[in-house]
Structures are given as C-alpha cells and as structure tokens.
C-alpha cells in the first residue's frame, strides 16, 4: 500500500531548512525559560524513565474532544464550557514538556516539532476564544471556534505521532541491545589493550559498546546513547555525585553513571545498558543479562 500524499509533505517538511530561524529562536527562548537542568529533567520525564508529555497531553486533548461530543447534544453548553475551560488550563504542563523534549531534538525532528506546536498553539487561542464566546452565551460561535481547533489538534496529534514513531523522537534508542547481543558471557578484548581511565570504544558481535577500565576494575556500558543514539564514547568521563564515574554524552550533554547505567540527568530519560564483567588470563569477558 502506498503513503498518502500528505505523509509525503509531512516527510518533505523534515529538511524544510526554512523553518530553522523560527526553530533557532524558539530554542534559545525554551532553553532560557526553562531551567535549571532538575526542572528541565522532569518536564523530560527522567523520574519515571520516559517521556512525560504523551500523557499529559491527555488532559487537554480529552477535555476537548469530550466538549466536542456534548456540543453535539442538545442541553450539555454549561458541562461543554467546563471542558473548554479545562483544556485550555490544562495545555500550560503540555506546552511546557513538549516544548523541553523538543529543545533537545535532531533538526529534521525541530522542524517537524515546530510545526506541531504551532498547530496546538492555534488550537488552544481558538480555544480560549470559544471558552469566552460560551460564557458570553454565544455558544453557536463558542461551537463553531471549537470544533475548528478539535480539527487543528486532531492535526497536530497526526504531526506528533511521525516525531515518535517515524522520527523516533522521544524513544529508548538503547532499547534493541538485549535483543541484537548474544546469550552468555563474550569476549570483549585483552585488559591493558584499553587505556587506564579513559572512554574506550569497542566492539562485540557488531554493537558498540563503551568501556571504562580502571586499573584492573572494568565497566561496560552500551556506546550508544538511549537517547538519540550518540557514540558515548567521544563525550567526557566526569566524577558525578559521590564520585561515581560517569559519560556525559557529546550531543546533548544526558549524564549516565558508568558504574550502574541510570541517567544522572536527561534529555534521556531511559538508562544504557549495562554490561557485566570479568577478566579471564587477563582477557575482558562480559555478559548482557537477558540479552539473546
Ligand atoms: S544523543 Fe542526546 S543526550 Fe545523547
């Protein structure tokens, strides 16, 4: 089966390089604004290990599709301007969590996003005229202003689902590594070929992988970022807190722990695997659990 045309256009905007001076502007706004990197890491959804913004959408996204459906019925105009009301005070956390992931996105990923937001961004001005129209009893306009964002946000819902599912923004990079790495414990190199205290890169069974040997202590995390896939291995090794060694990545600077894999702070928000290991007549092995 063939794409529809409109997919086509919505691929076509991806390298729409026209858009990187809004995209540009609207960036350092969002990074200003929205500080410091705690705040910004649970707008990202780092506590709950992914994003966050797909489901706060839901509050407003409902709200008006619900008010859409009493504004079909005869008699519902008070319960419809509730919900008007609702979701547009219901967009601030929404607005707040797309526009951080997106700060901290590829740029075929920005353009697209930008798009995305500009349409909720009408949707939800139409909305708050529509909410004002209802109070002031004008509910056929109140009506009408509504059902025309429902349209819009039906749209931009469209465009945010090519950001996640075509343009894999928003998702575990890092996920495919269990299944692609072999069962059981491989080898990974003899000790003293990796250098003392440095990000090293190597390579088993085609995965990168990144490796911190310290002394005759190793450890192994996958060398690609879960967050949009970053080679670890050309970020910082930093002290994070308590000392733990960790990888700050090249791109868009996510911290992870070197020693456990968890995110010390995002844009990402899922952990890189994490390899264990042992040295063997002095030769790394290491093991994936439930990898295979
Ligand atoms: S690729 Fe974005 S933080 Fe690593």
Redesign the pocket.
């Known amino acids: 089966m063939r794409e529809l045309r409109f997919v086509k256009a919505l691929t076509a905007l991806e390298n729409a390089e026209a858009l990187d001076p809004i995209v540009n502007k609207v960036k350092g706004i969002v990074n200003t604004i929205i500080q410091p990197q705690p705040v910004r890491d649970v707008l990202h959804g780092v506590p709950v290990g992914h994003a966050v913004h797909p489901a706060i959408i839901l509050v407003p996204a409902g709200a008006w599709i619900s008010a859409g459906a009493l504004d079909l019925i005869p008699g519902m105009e008070k319960a419809s301007k509730f919900l008007v009301g609702l979701g547009v005070l219901s967009a601030a956390p929404a607005v707040a969590t797309g526009y951080t992931d997106w700060s ?1 996105m590829h740029e075929q990923q920005m353009r697209v996003g930008i798009v995305h937001s500009a349409a909720n961004a009408v949707a939800t001005g139409l909305y708050a005229v529509s909410f004002i129209q209802r109070a002031r009893g004008k509910h056929t306009s109140g009506k009408v202003l509504g059902f025309v964002g429902l349209a819009l946000v039906s749209g931009a819902g469209f465009i945010g689902g090519h950001l996640s599912y075509r343009q894999a923004a928003g998702v575990n ?1 890092a996920e495919e590594i269990p299944h692609r790495f072999p069962e059981g414990w491989q080898l990974l190199g003899p000790l003293y070929d990796f250098a003392d205290n440095e990000l090293n890169k190597a390579e088993v069974a085609g995965l990168p992988l990144l490796v911190l040997r310290r002394g005759d202590k190793v450890e192994v995390l996958s060398n690609t ?6 080679p ?1 291995n050309e ?1 910082e090794l930093v002290s994070g807190d308590g000392g733990d060694p960790c990888v700050v ?6 911290v992870f722990s070197m020693t456990t894999g968890e995110v010390e702070a ?3 928000t899922a952990p890189q695997p994490r390899f264990e290991t042992r040295v063997v007549d002095g030769v790394i092995e290491v093991l994936l659990p439930n990898a295979g």
């Open positions: 901290e990079h970022c879960s967050h949009l896939s970053a670890l970020g990545c090249p791109w868009h600077a996510s995002g844009p990402a």
